[in-house]
């Protein structure tokens, strides 16, 4: 009878053994760390790396690099980010989530997809930078369960991307069949003089349900007069920038502006 009874206390001492290893997690010391009903094995994991975009839009002399902030259900992620030229001393850049601090400048956007909202996102601005010199980049993020890491080399004139004009205007000129288009350079590019900007305007229309669109070759004037214009017909129209040489990509383009054209 002694011996049965002993059998039958280990039996369920192993049954509540394997219970309990299959609700947690053992711990490098031994300890079982339970984990909450709800959670999977991604919750658990390292991060991922970040995916990080990098832009220029004060040419030549500071960048900014954004990546999204993950899920919700992962475990709490901290970013480190430094950026140093060969040879160079390493510099810290100190990302905050753009949810709790506005943009460096009120001009400057967060990619989106196809312009939509581009969500929570991290931020990260980069400054000091030199003209035609390599850097390189390392964002890493790290959780309890380990780390992960954006490397990325690059040059300045790689990443410029102006902001769109501001204060773009669309008047029709009295008595003709044209358009004034007037617009200010962004204010966030930090030199002018030194660095001129040049500009694209774009405009659509539909003629019986098909869409058209013109897209001007770039100039460096901030006024367009845009002619030939049909009486009656409404047109949509748009202004971008780029730096004057062509280095990195156009701003994304204003936010349209619909002007119907007068009766002839």
């Not at 010391?29 to 959670?39: A, I, K, R």
């Not at 400057?108 to 850097?135: I, M």
Request: hydrophobic fraction near 35%.
């Amino acid at each position: 009878m002694y011996v049965q009874h002993c059998v039958c206390v280990l039996f369920w001492l192993c049954v509540c053994a394997v219970v309990t290893l299959l609700s947690g997690v053992l711990s490098s010391d031994g300890t079982v760390l339970t984990v909450p009903s709800g959670e999977n094995r991604a919750e658990r994991d390292p991060p991922s790396p970040p995916e990080v975009r990098c832009w220029s839009p004060s040419y030549p002399f500071k960048a900014l690099c954004s990546w999204p902030e993950p899920p919700q259900t992962q475990l709490p992620i901290q970013y480190i980010a430094t950026y140093s030229m060969k040879g160079g001393e390493i510099q810290q850049c100190h990302p905050y989530p753009t949810s709790m601090h506005p943009l460096p400048s009120p001009e400057s956007s967060l990619p989106g997809v196809n312009g939509s909202s581009p969500g929570a996102r991290w931020l990260c601005v980069l400054k000091g930078l030199k003209l035609y010199t390599s850097y390189k980049l390392n964002i890493t993020g790290v959780n309890h369960m380990g780390s992960a890491s954006h490397l990325q080399a690059f040059t300045v004139e790689d990443i410029v991307k102006p902001d769109p004009p501001v204060n773009v205007t669309v008047q029709v000129i009295p008595g003709k069949l044209r358009l004034l288009v007037k617009w200010a350079p962004p204010p966030s590019w930090s030199d002018r003089t030194l660095f001129p900007l040049k500009y694209q305007v774009r405009y659509h229309w539909d003629n019986k349900g098909t869409p058209h669109e013109i897209t001007l070759d770039p100039f460096e004037d901030t006024k367009k007069v845009l002619p030939g214009l049909s009486p009656e017909r409404s047109y949509l129209v748009q202004v971008c920038s780029m730096e004057l040489m062509g280095l990195g990509q156009s701003s994304d383009w204003s936010l349209p502006i619909t002007v119907t054209m007068p009766a002839h």
